[in-house]
């Protein structure tokens, strides 16, 4: 029988008892709290017309209660469809709209945002959400019947036509997904995870494996360097999930302060690599803590790992790496026509593995693509180098990893050309000190250009983290030579920070 989440959790979770599960704001949820109050959700929704596959709105911030509607949804079967509360009103309609969910578990923020886009059952963190869970008729978890074909996740990411893809995970691939999560981690059975990036995206997944490992969860609702200190000194964390662009800030935040940092054993980060300078300074002030995962939504989160063996300053061609493969993970590199090219030479780097997605929902175009000849086409560019360790050059697709996050310039794109004055546009992402990359938008202006205006509407129909970050403008904006704007000259153009 193939495994899925309800398979994994409802045995996994009930072997830890009393132990604390969760800590956020300012209170501690047992592993029996945290149970009880799942399954008597899971009676709710299963109430509420929710059956295996049925697409179920995740819509919080981080708080506990978002993981006990996260095993609410496994509990009942449902396909959970997170969404994350730094998107704009636009963007959360599209998700909503397009996944068909009929139900949301939202806290009070996001609550109006369901409504707004028509989601006719909104069950509400704050309104009553005491009186849904005392009304579920048992503590036990609801009598259904998952399996392993059943769509378990839709996940959301930006597309480089515009358009945001669901990306459909089946609970068998899930399950199987956090198992490898739970390989690469190298989870101890004494785990402190602290959380504080948002729990829709890579956290999410890293939560779910803590807490098969019976570990306690320390949930933030936003990244604070000051805080991550603290609770590393004063609540023995021992694993931190972040990107680059948090971890030098906590390096900052930590300078010439004498704090006890020595129950930390794991850093675990990804999007981008660690500068050496920042790794040297890291390693001296944390230890060999260091560990990078490669993934993303289509595959998340593991596709390679580079290992805390690997930073080490006496090997830096690795530090440039992403690492090997995961265990059950064959990685490529791919030329045009989908044959494997030479290790050293650059192509697509593909990927084989049983937590691959399914499809994107409603794309069957875009999901043969993708999922051409077997493969996971990743869009990104890289090479396989000596000891099989992978690099990544580039990405085949415009998107900008900035602070952690994925930005695709299309999107970007299409909201600054709407604009007035706006003749063309060219989003590209450049290097900073901070992000790692930001969003800059290169301009060819028109009569009637106003760049406050346009400032207003990208924060209006964008998240945040996807506004340019600076606006450039232009005469004309170059090409190659087949006609195609020259991204990789504009951001040369940059004069920088």
């Not at 409802?10 to 799942?38: C, H, I, N, W």
């Not at 959970?80 to 397009?98: C, H, Q, T, Y």
């Not at 560990?291 to 989160?301: D, H, K, R, V």
Request: charged share 20%; aromatic share 6%.
């Amino acid at each position: 029988m193939e495994p899925t989440l309800r398979s994994l959790f409802l045995p996994a979770l009930d072997r830890f008892g009393e132990r604390p599960a969760l800590r956020a704001g300012g209170a501690d949820t047992s592993y029996s709290e945290l149970v009880t109050a799942a399954n008597r959700l899971a009676q709710v929704l299963v109430a509420h017309g929710v059956t295996p596959g049925t697409p179920v709105a995740l819509m919080m911030s981080n708080r506990s209660e978002w993981v006990i509607a996260d095993q609410a949804i496994i509990r009942a079967g449902g396909a959970k469809v997170p969404i994350n509360s730094m998107l704009s009103g636009p963007e959360v309609a599209f998700i909503l709209r397009d996944c068909g969910a009929a139900i949301a578990l939202a806290d009070d923020a996001m609550a109006p945002a369901a409504r707004a886009a028509g989601v006719a059952d909104v069950i509400e963190v704050g309104s009553g959400w005491d009186s849904v869970l005392a009304s579920a008729p048992s503590d036990d978890p609801p009598d259904v019947t998952v399996s392993g074909s059943d769509v378990g996740l839709i996940l959301y990411t930006g597309g480089t036509t515009g358009r945001q893809k669901g990306v459909v995970h089946t609970q068998a691939g899930l399950a199987v997904n956090l198992l490898a999560h739970l390989i690469e981690m190298g989870l101890l059975d004494d785990e402190r995870i602290l959380l504080s990036s948002p729990l829709p995206h890579s956290a999410g997944f890293l939560l779910q494996a803590g807490l098969l490992k019976g570990a306690l969860h320390l949930i933030e609702p936003r990244f604070d360097a000051n805080l991550v200190l603290e609770r590393i000194a004063s609540a023995g964390v021992t694993f931190l999930f972040m990107v680059p662009t948090m971890i030098y800030r906590v390096l900052d935040a930590a300078e010439g302060r004498e704090l006890d940092l020595s129950s930390l054993r794991t850093i675990l980060y990804g999007a981008a690599p660690i500068s050496p300078e920042r790794l040297d300074q890291g390693l001296r002030r944390f230890g060999p803590v260091f560990m990078q995962l490669y993934g993303q939504s289509e595959a998340p989160n593991f596709l390679t790992r580079l290992t805390r063996e690997d930073h080490d300053p006496a090997h830096p061609e690795r530090l440039a790496s992403c690492g090997r493969p995961a265990t059950m993970v064959t990685i490529a590199v791919l030329d045009d026509d989908g044959n494997p090219v030479p290790d050293g030479q650059a192509g697509e780097i593909c990927a084989r593995g049983p937590y691959i997605m399914d499809r994107y929902h409603g794309l069957p175009e875009k999901s043969a693509e993708t999922l051409g000849g077997g493969w996971l086409h990743t869009g990104d560019i890289g090479l396989i180098g000596p000891g099989r360790y992978l690099y990544l050059l580039d990405r085949k697709n415009d998107m900008i990893i900035s602070g952690g996050m994925n930005v695709y310039t299309t999107e970007v794109e299409q909201v600054v050309s709407a604009c007035a004055g706006v003749a063309q546009v060219a989003v590209v992402g450049v290097a900073h000190p901070d992000w790692g990359e930001a969003v800059v938008a290169f301009v060819v202006t028109a009569d009637g250009f106003d760049q406050d205006a346009v400032a207003k509407r990208c924060r209006a129909e964008l998240a945040a983290y996807k506004r340019p970050k600076a606006y450039r403008q232009v005469h004309a904006l170059p090409v190659t030579s087949v006609g195609k704007i020259d991204k990789k000259h504009l951001q040369a153009t940059w004069p920088g920070w």
